[in-house]
């Protein structure tokens, strides 16, 4: 019963409120910080809660009036039961939605990922085109952006540049991002006016915890080397990559996004986890192997997951089918239609796999 899971939630949240006044978890940066982030959400639920509470008691209420021999009072519980009726089972929907399970990583900070591909010089315009866009998007998320690294195009834009993003949610926000972007319009290098079909792929990599990585250090080596790149003013002089071997698996994963050797030990040791997960993924669930390819695919201009089309003033999410001819308040960094499309289309189907199990 909804409301059963809901009063759960509900015991849950009081028990977070207190545990964030104990001294002890106060004085923990890191403890309160995490727990702080779950009674956000737990308080998002039980405000719900309250709310459904307050509209079933309302109907409570209005059955009560029906018994009464007073006709005023039938008449005025008939049209309270008229409006209380369809309240609740717009909540219940939401609800349901609400307490669907959700993907364990939503609640991570990421690192984000924007390279140029197939397009020359206008895929990097393009990539800081995209670069531009999230970055408008994250402001009105209240989400906050630090560079790890940056290779700018020789005409503008980036070849590559690597975020680290945090705030609520925000892999849940921006894991369909990943992928690649494809792009039409004319280039300001075009000189007769053709339109020309570019990409860049954007990869999205939750952030996870060293406490939240259960591989085994006798089964890795680590390799410290010195990063590769164009020289100038941010060439490494140290040696801030780092690449880690699993040597039960063979597989590798190695960072040089940062200039700092700490931040590529965490971001390699989280692309590791990962492949190792997708691993192990495959192999027990070969069936769902279609849905568990690479982020960022190859990059070319038919490998793509969203078109943004600027004759037309169009985009198209190909996954769900979703076509807004809004690209020019889309590229300022309104994506909250296609992003909350896109999560409505999981829940969706969610919901059906839910259905189709009870």
């Known amino acids: 019963m909804l409301l059963n899971k ?14 964030l006044s104990d001294p002890e978890i106060v004085s923990d940066v890191k403890r309160f910080a995490k727990l702080n982030k779950e009674y956000k959400k737990l308080d998002e639920v039980n405000n719900i809660y309250q709310e459904y509470k307050t509209l079933l008691s309302n109907k409570e209420e ?18 309270e039961l008229e409006s209380a009726n369809p309240a609740i089972e717009a909540m219940e929907e939401k609800i349901k939605v609400i ?16 390279r140029s591909g197939a397009g020359g010089d206008e895929a990097s315009i393009f990539a800081g085109d995209l670069y531009r866009m999230y970055n408008k998007y994250f ?22 540049i690597v975020l680290e993003i945090t705030g609520t949610d925000v892999y ?9 972007h494809r792009v039409q319009r004319v ?17 999205i990599i939750p952030m996870y915890e060293p406490d939240e990585i259960t591989i085994k250090k006798e089964d890795l080596r680590c390799d410290l080397f010195r990063a590769s790149g164009a020289g100038g003013q941010h060439v490494n002089k140290t040696e801030s990559g780092v690449r ?3 040597l039960p698996t063979g597989i590798v994963a190695e960072s040089t996004d940062s200039r700092s050797q700490h931040k590529n030990r965490g971001i390699a040791m989280t692309r590791l986890q990962i492949k190792i997960q997708k691993a192990q993924e495959e192999a027990v669930y070969k069936e769902q192997k279609a849905q568990r390819k690479s982020l960022v695919g190859t990059g070319d201009r038919s490998d793509k997951i969203r078109t ?51």
């Open 172 to 180: 849940g926000e921006l894991k369909f991002e990943s992928g690649a």
């Open 187 to 203: 280039p300001k290098t075009e000189s007769q006016g053709r339109v020309h079909t570019s990409a860049a792929t954007v990869a």
């Open 308 to 358: 943004y089309n600027y004759p037309q003033n169009r985009v198209t999410d190909h996954r769900i089918n979703l076509t807004l001819y809004s690209l020019d308040k889309i590229i300022e960094g309104d994506l909250a239609p296609v992003t909350s499309a896109l999560i409505l289309a999981e829940n969706a189907s969610k919901m059906q796999e839910e259905e189709s199990l009870s």
């Open 244 to 246: 880690f071997t699993h």
């Open 139 to 160: 402001e009105t998320k209240k989400f906050k952006t630090e560079i790890l690294d940056i290779n700018e195009g020789s005409s503008g834009g980036y070849n590559k």
């Open 6 to 19: 809901l009063e759960a939630i509900h015991h849950k949240f009081l028990e977070t409120q207190e545990k």
């Open 62 to 79: 209005a059955l009560e009036m029906l018994k009464d021999d007073d006709p005023e009072m039938k008449e005025m519980a008939k049209m």
């Open 99 to 114: 307490l669907m399970p959700k993907d364990p990583d939503d609640d991570k900070d990421v690192i984000m990922e924007i």
